[in-house]
């Protein structure tokens, strides 16, 4: 517990917000990206359109692999409120990815339901004013590599497309945490590969979007295999380590 509340200390979230935002400059800076498929993206970029951009929860170590291409728009990223993500929103805005703080509330406590609702208004607003909004739809808690409804509601809502994102890098080592957390090093080999434009209707009912759901979360987790693929011709993408306590 007495971990915990350090880690939650305004002055601790800063220093580990600077420091993740270094190092996320740092693979941006020092890795050789490649891009496969980024041209289905660019009428977006060259465009009034806004945009939802997924990419898995454990790939937030090397997501300034993005940067690049979203920095030509508005851009926000959408963080979980919580003080686990507090120190992601202050490394992202470091990025220039301002943070739209939201999560799942459970209907009972009514507090935290009000701000989700008015979080993804504040969202949809977003995206629907042009801007792009970045999302890891599997976080903060998973399942890994199943997207959560969120995403897509604010897809629909707002009419925007969505593009996958799979991101890859070498050498990496793969943490044993739920989400499989990759932590690129320096001076190696990235990949990110594109795919998009997709759509959700706005008249999808339930059914559908958890029909959307399961063949988008397959189609995102494929462009990361890709991606891995790219950087390692078919081996193994990261080393396994526990994640630490």
């Not at 999560?103 to 504040?122: H, L, N, Q």
Request: contains cysteine; aromatic residues 6%.
């Amino acid at each position: 517990m007495k971990t915990k509340r350090l880690l939650s200390h305004a002055g601790v979230q800063r220093v580990l917000g600077w420091v993740l935002a270094a190092y996320l400059k740092l693979i941006l800076r020092t890795v050789r990206w490649r891009q496969e498929n980024a041209a289905c993206v660019e009428p977006v970029l060259a465009g009034d359109s806004g945009a939802v951009a997924l990419f898995w929860h454990g790939r937030i170590p090397m997501c300034l692999a993005i940067a690049p291409a979203w920095w030509r728009k508005p851009r926000r990223a959408l963080i979980s409120p919580s003080s686990d993500g507090e120190f992601l929103a202050l490394a992202l805005a470091r990025a220039g990815f301002p943070a739209i703080r939201m999560s799942t509330a459970k209907r009972k406590d009514t507090a935290k339901a009000r701000a989700a609702v008015a979080a993804f208004r504040e969202a949809v607003a977003w995206v629907g004013r042009g801007g792009v909004l970045v999302v890891t739809p599997d976080g903060p808690r998973g399942p890994g590599e199943v997207i959560a409804p969120g995403a897509l509601q604010i897809a629909r809502r707002s009419g925007a497309p969505v593009f996958l994102m799979g991101l890859a890098a070498a050498p990496a080592l793969q943490l044993k945490s739920w989400d499989k957390l990759t932590i690129a090093a320096p001076f190696g080999r990235g990949a990110l590969v594109w795919e998009g434009p997709l759509f959700v209707p706005a008249t999808a009912a339930d059914s559908e979007i958890s029909a959307l759901i399961a063949d988008w979360s397959a189609r995102l987790s494929a462009t990361t295999r890709r991606a891995e693929a790219l950087v390692q011709g078919g081996r193994r993408s990261a080393a396994p380590a526990r994640a630490p306590a």
